[in-house]
Protein backbone atom coordinates (compact mmCIF):
# COMPACT_ATOMS: atom_id res chain seq x y z
CA UNK A 1 0.00 0.00 0.00
CA UNK A 2 2.85 2.37 1.05
CA UNK A 3 4.59 1.42 -2.75
CA UNK A 4 1.27 2.79 -4.26
CA UNK A 5 0.89 6.26 -2.24
CA UNK A 6 4.88 6.84 -3.10
CA UNK A 7 4.51 6.14 -6.85
CA UNK A 8 1.01 8.07 -6.85
CA UNK A 9 2.96 11.22 -5.29
CA UNK A 10 6.13 10.76 -7.60
CA UNK A 11 3.99 10.91 -10.49
CA UNK A 12 1.93 13.80 -9.40
CA UNK A 13 5.35 15.70 -8.73
CA UNK A 14 6.30 14.66 -12.14
CA UNK A 15 2.90 16.31 -13.78
CA UNK A 16 3.18 19.39 -11.55
CA UNK A 17 7.24 20.09 -12.61
CA UNK A 18 6.80 19.28 -15.95
CA UNK A 19 3.80 22.11 -16.30
CA UNK A 20 1.34 19.22 -17.26
CA UNK A 21 -0.87 20.17 -14.20
CA UNK A 22 -1.05 24.00 -15.46
CA UNK A 23 -2.69 23.43 -18.33
CA UNK A 24 -5.55 25.27 -16.54
CA UNK A 25 -4.25 28.01 -16.52
CA UNK A 26 -2.73 28.02 -20.17
CA UNK A 27 -6.96 27.61 -20.86
CA UNK A 28 -7.76 30.64 -18.50
CA UNK A 29 -5.27 32.59 -20.46
CA UNK A 30 -6.40 31.75 -23.85
CA UNK A 31 -10.19 32.13 -22.97
CA UNK A 32 -9.42 35.72 -21.50
CA UNK A 33 -7.43 36.88 -24.80
CA UNK A 34 -10.39 35.49 -26.60
CA UNK A 35 -12.59 37.90 -24.30
CA UNK A 36 -10.08 40.54 -24.84
CA UNK A 37 -10.09 39.87 -28.62
CA UNK A 38 -14.25 39.86 -28.99
CA UNK A 39 -14.11 43.39 -26.86
CA UNK A 40 -12.06 44.65 -29.64
CA UNK A 41 -14.10 43.07 -32.32
CA UNK A 42 -17.45 44.84 -30.67
CA UNK A 43 -15.49 48.30 -30.25
CA UNK A 44 -14.64 48.19 -33.77
CA UNK A 45 -17.64 47.43 -35.21
CA UNK A 46 -19.70 49.91 -33.02
CA UNK A 47 -17.07 52.83 -34.47
CA UNK A 48 -18.05 51.02 -38.21
CA UNK A 49 -21.65 51.43 -37.55
CA UNK A 50 -21.92 54.88 -35.97
CA UNK A 51 -23.97 57.14 -37.58
CA UNK A 52 -25.21 54.55 -39.41
CA UNK A 53 -29.09 55.52 -40.85
CA UNK A 54 -32.17 54.08 -42.42
CA UNK A 55 -34.27 55.55 -44.37
CA UNK A 56 -37.91 54.60 -44.18
CA UNK A 57 -40.72 55.10 -46.70
CA UNK A 58 -44.46 54.70 -45.95
CA UNK A 59 -46.40 56.03 -48.93
CA UNK A 60 -45.64 59.70 -48.78
CA UNK A 61 -43.92 59.92 -45.05
CA UNK A 62 -40.19 59.37 -44.45
CA UNK A 63 -38.56 58.58 -41.76
CA UNK A 64 -34.94 57.86 -40.32
CA UNK A 65 -33.78 55.57 -37.77
CA UNK A 66 -29.89 55.43 -36.32
CA UNK A 67 -28.97 51.67 -35.82
CA UNK A 68 -26.93 49.78 -33.39
CA UNK A 69 -24.08 47.58 -34.44
CA UNK A 70 -25.36 43.83 -33.60
CA UNK A 71 -25.58 40.44 -35.82
CA UNK A 72 -29.12 41.47 -36.36
CA UNK A 73 -28.94 44.58 -37.25
CA UNK A 74 -25.83 43.69 -39.77
CA UNK A 75 -27.95 40.76 -41.01
CA UNK A 76 -31.03 43.41 -41.35
CA UNK A 77 -28.57 45.71 -43.62
CA UNK A 78 -27.72 42.81 -46.27
CA UNK A 79 -31.18 42.87 -46.77
CA UNK A 80 -31.54 46.45 -47.95
CA UNK A 81 -33.00 47.81 -49.49
CA UNK A 82 -36.20 45.75 -49.25
CA UNK A 83 -39.97 46.76 -48.77
CA UNK A 84 -41.90 44.79 -46.27
CA UNK A 85 -45.40 44.10 -45.98
CA UNK A 86 -46.12 45.13 -42.31
CA UNK A 87 -48.81 44.22 -39.82
CA UNK A 88 -50.05 47.11 -37.25
CA UNK A 89 -50.55 44.69 -34.69
CA UNK A 90 -51.85 45.53 -31.03
CA UNK A 91 -52.83 48.76 -31.39
CA UNK A 92 -48.49 49.76 -30.72
CA UNK A 93 -46.60 48.61 -33.43
CA UNK A 94 -45.68 47.54 -37.30
CA UNK A 95 -44.96 44.16 -37.67
CA UNK A 96 -42.94 41.95 -40.09
CA UNK A 97 -42.25 38.46 -39.47
CA UNK A 98 -39.90 36.49 -40.72
CA UNK A 99 -39.95 33.78 -39.02
CA UNK A 100 -38.21 31.93 -35.60
CA UNK A 101 -34.58 32.32 -36.93
CA UNK A 102 -34.94 34.69 -39.05
CA UNK A 103 -32.20 37.19 -37.71
CA UNK A 104 -29.64 35.71 -35.55
CA UNK A 105 -28.73 37.31 -32.48
CA UNK A 106 -25.90 38.56 -30.33
CA UNK A 107 -27.20 41.05 -27.53
CA UNK A 108 -30.68 40.31 -26.39
CA UNK A 109 -32.67 42.66 -23.64
CA UNK A 110 -35.54 42.35 -21.92
CA UNK A 111 -36.70 45.69 -20.32
CA UNK A 112 -39.03 48.16 -21.26
CA UNK A 113 -38.97 49.85 -25.04
CA UNK A 114 -39.11 53.71 -26.12
CA UNK A 115 -41.39 54.78 -28.65
CA UNK A 116 -39.73 54.65 -31.92
CA UNK A 117 -37.65 51.55 -30.86
CA UNK A 118 -36.85 49.22 -34.09
CA UNK A 119 -36.43 45.93 -32.55
CA UNK A 120 -35.91 41.80 -33.47
CA UNK A 121 -38.16 39.93 -31.12
CA UNK A 122 -36.70 36.12 -32.09
CA UNK A 123 -39.25 33.91 -31.14
CA UNK A 124 -41.37 34.52 -33.90
CA UNK A 125 -38.70 36.28 -36.25
CA UNK A 126 -40.52 39.67 -35.62
CA UNK A 127 -39.50 42.89 -36.99
CA UNK A 128 -41.31 45.36 -35.20
CA UNK A 129 -41.44 49.60 -34.99
CA UNK A 130 -43.01 50.25 -31.80
CA UNK A 131 -44.89 53.39 -31.85
CA UNK A 132 -46.71 53.46 -28.82
CA UNK A 133 -45.96 52.72 -25.16
CA UNK A 134 -48.48 50.45 -23.17
CA UNK A 135 -45.30 49.20 -20.40
CA UNK A 136 -44.68 46.18 -21.55
CA UNK A 137 -41.11 44.48 -20.97
CA UNK A 138 -40.35 41.98 -23.80
CA UNK A 139 -36.72 40.19 -24.72
CA UNK A 140 -35.41 41.41 -27.93
CA UNK A 141 -32.72 42.17 -30.10
CA UNK A 142 -32.46 45.91 -30.56
CA UNK A 143 -31.72 46.87 -34.46
CA UNK A 144 -32.44 50.89 -34.00
CA UNK A 145 -33.82 53.65 -32.77
CA UNK A 146 -36.70 56.35 -34.71
CA UNK A 147 -36.35 59.94 -33.31
CA UNK A 148 -39.71 61.47 -34.49
CA UNK A 149 -42.58 60.69 -37.04
CA UNK A 150 -43.92 57.21 -35.35
CA UNK A 151 -47.29 58.40 -34.24
CA UNK A 152 -48.19 58.40 -38.21
CA UNK A 153 -48.24 54.78 -37.65
CA UNK A 154 -51.20 55.18 -35.31
CA UNK A 155 -54.89 53.90 -37.00
CA UNK A 156 -52.56 53.52 -39.94
CA UNK A 157 -53.29 49.93 -40.63
CA UNK A 158 -51.41 47.47 -42.63
CA UNK A 159 -48.77 49.25 -44.95
CA UNK A 160 -45.79 48.36 -47.64
CA UNK A 161 -42.88 49.80 -45.99
CA UNK A 162 -39.32 50.76 -47.22
CA UNK A 163 -36.28 50.31 -45.76
CA UNK A 164 -32.90 51.45 -47.13
CA UNK A 165 -29.56 52.09 -45.96
CA UNK A 166 -28.49 56.30 -45.86
CA UNK A 167 -25.31 57.46 -47.05
Not at 55 to 77: M, P, S
Request: glycine fraction near 8%; charged fraction near 25%; hydrophobic fraction near 35%.
Amino acid sequence: MRKIIVLAIAILTFFVLTGCGGSTNVTQDTQQSSNAQTRTENQKGDERMKGTKIKITVGDNVLYANLEDNAATRALIKKLPMTLPMENLYSREMCYRYGQGGLPTDRLRSDHYEVGDIAYWPPRGSLVILYKQNGEEFERQQIGHINQGVEMFENAGNKQVTFELTE
